[in-house]
């Protein structure tokens, strides 16, 4: 489904992805995690297409999206969340849905009909604040919804395209535990067939919803395997869990 | 979001009305004061379009206009064209530059973006000022109105002109309010908001905004043709980028973002010229008070401070939904 060929990219003297290779079948969870300045958002960052990588390929569904731009792989059925919340501020929750949904139905852009007022539109809207559980705030002003609903609500945005593939970048980053446990429940609702990649520095995350964990290190990629794989390797030890425990 | 609510469609008809009465009841001087808003409602309501509801504050809509007037003047005049394709021509070639200016400023935002379209104006202008063929800063004149004489209606007269004017005002926001409540300006909204997220979501945000610029430009283009048949006469003046900033001082006094605050704008506006340059040449002050005070009171406009007023009033305190139209 996901396809990352030897993934190189440079600023100047330094190299920030080395060599990342890794496939992602249809419907697997991968988790990526690493310590901070492990190169996770730049080559995040890549797949998305807002950095161009020095060398290497990225594929979905086998064809090269190297040369597409952000909106064009978003059309591909890629999509993304973001690591702080990115919404649409001086609208609706439902408003926001609404403009994600038509987005990803192809309709944002007819001058005869309202994608507000589209059937299949709302369907979406429906469904995805049940998943997000925003049901009961869809009318609410973004910019008077707390941060853990505006954090529904990115991940919101993200699903309501109805991707093929979804890009979550530290989806946790600055919840509290009762929202890290719903956020969990909601990974685990979603489609099995929905490919998920998500960067991470959560280990309880990744253990619980990753079907394989790939770990970065000074861009590198240093392990690849399945959670308890992970649990048991020593250079994964040595390099993040050392140091998470010692946290912990 | 944009909204056509009860009371700006009220305003509007009642404005509309109010300035039918005002033509047929004054003279000519009140007809040809009519027209002047008219003409410049047309301006303030496209330039709002995209300022207001895609963020992109042009200083091109006075090029577009001219750039539409001296394409019907090519058509009609030098190539003896009926003035009805001719006018389409004009119209055509003012969407096709803002199409162009959206295209090519792509990306640029902001102070940019103002810049960029104050440069594609100024050119347009340079170009008919030297063109002698056109008559170059002379002007040119021999234009003639639409021939409305199969269906009775006689253009030559200054009130069917006038009422002429202000159907082309109704038209022209009919068509900016139907396309904002599709899914095209639904979408330029979302842009206006947070382009970069609408990209992550699969929209081309620069063939989205080179379109919005291309359709204004194209109602901008409509106050060009009835600028022309009004004094049947034109000149690089109208490209002037001061035109523009005048469009613009037009959209802030009325309302950014509520596509009716700028008729209103615009009615005062030109009515303020008039009536105070009876008594001093600086009305250009009472102007520049008027707006640093919309400026200083929040930037809403007039008719965005009035339904600010009106909104609170009718919701409970503390549960003022913040929803803003634009």
């Given at each position: 489904m996901l396809e990352v060929r030897k993934l190189c990219k440079s600023f100047g003297g330094l190299q920030?992805?080395?060599n990342v290779s890794f496939v992602l079948e249809p419907g697997e969870r991968r988790v990526i995690l690493g310590p901070n300045g492990a190169g996770k958002t730049t080559l995040f960052n890549q797949l998305v297409g807002t950095l161009t990588p020095s060398s290497g390929d990225i594929l979905v569904q086998g064809r090269s999206?190297?040369?597409?731009s952000v909106s064009a792989r978003a059309r591909e059925g890629l999509s993304r969340s973001y690591q702080k919340n990115n919404l649409?501020?001086?609208?609706s929750v439902r408003e926001n849905l609404m403009l994600a949904a038509a987005a990803g139905q192809g309709?944002?852009?007819?001058?005869?009909?309202?994608s507000f007022r589209d059937a299949e539109v709302r369907e979406t809207v429906r469904e995805v604040a049940q998943q997000v559980a925003l049901t009961d705030m869809l009318d609410m002003p973004v910019r008077s919804a707390s941060y853990g609903s505006r954090r529904q609500l990115e991940v919101g945005l993200a699903l309501a395209t109805r991707p093929r593939i979804l890009l979550m970048d530290e989806?946790?980053?600055?919840?509290g535990p009762t929202m890290i446990e719903s956020f969990h429940r909601l990974l685990h609702s979603l489609p099995r067939e929905l490919t998920v990649l998500i960067i991470e520095h959560d280990m309880d995350l990744a253990f619980d919803v990753a079907d394989r964990i790939t770990v970065l290190n000074f861009g590198e990629v240093v392990f690849e395997g399945t959670p308890d794989e992970t649990r048991g390797n020593k250079v994964v030890r040595d390099i993040y869990l050392g140091d998470w425990q010692a946290n912990a | 979001m944009f909204r056509q609510s009860p009371a700006r469609t009220l305003v509007l008809l009642a404005t509309l009305a109010g300035l039918a009465v005002y033509a047929s009841a004054g003279g000519y001087f009140a007809r040809e004061i009519v027209v002047e808003i008219a003409i410049l409602a047309i301006l303030a309501i496209s330039l709002d379009v995209v300022a207001g509801f895609g963020g992109m504050v042009s200083l091109a809509h006075g090029a577009m206009m001219g750039l539409s007037a001296y394409t019907y003047a090519i058509f009609?005049?030098?190539?003896?064209?009926?003035p009805l394709p001719s006018a389409l021509m004009g119209i055509g070639a003012s969407a096709l530059f803002g199409t162009a200016i959206g295209w090519i400023t792509g990306r640029t935002t902001g102070i940019f973006f103002i810049m960029a379209t104050l440069a594609f104006g100024q050119m347009a202008y340079t170009v008919f000022f030297k063109w002698r063929w056109l008559g170059g800063d002379d002007g040119l004149g021999g234009l003639s109105r639409f021939d409305l004489g199969w269906l009775g209606?006689?253009?030559?007269d200054s009130l069917t002109f006038a009422f002429f004017a202000l159907v082309m005002v109704l038209a022209v926001y009919a068509a900016a309010a139907w396309v904002l409540r599709t899914a095209f300006g639904r979408t330029l909204t979302g842009i206006h908001t947070n382009e970069d997220r609408m990209r992550a979501l699969g929209v081309s945000t620069v063939v989205h905004r080179a379109q919005a610029l291309g359709f204004s430009a194209m109602l901008a283009g409509v106050a060009g043709i009835i600028a022309a048949q009004h004094i049947l006469y034109i000149s690089p003046e109208m490209l002037v980028w001061t035109v523009s900033g005048e469009v613009l001082i037009v959209v802030i006094l009325g309302?950014?973002?509520?596509?009716i605050g700028p008729l209103l704008g615009a009615v005062i506006f030109v009515l303020l010229k008039h009536e105070i340059s009876a008594y001093t040449n600086h009305w250009h002050i009472v102007i520049g008070i008027l707006l640093i005070a919309t400026v200083l009171s929040g930037g809403r406009g007039i008719y965005g401070q009035v339904e600010h007023w009106l909104t609170r009033r009718t919701q409970p305190a503390g549960k003022t939904a913040e929803a803003p139209d634009a």
């Open positions: 920030v992805t080395r999206v190297m040369g597409l649409f501020e001086d609208l309709k944002a852009r007819s001058i005869w009909r309202d989806p946790t980053s600055g919840v | 009609s005049v030098k190539l003896g064209w009926p209606i006689k253009m030559g309302g950014l973002g509520t596509l």
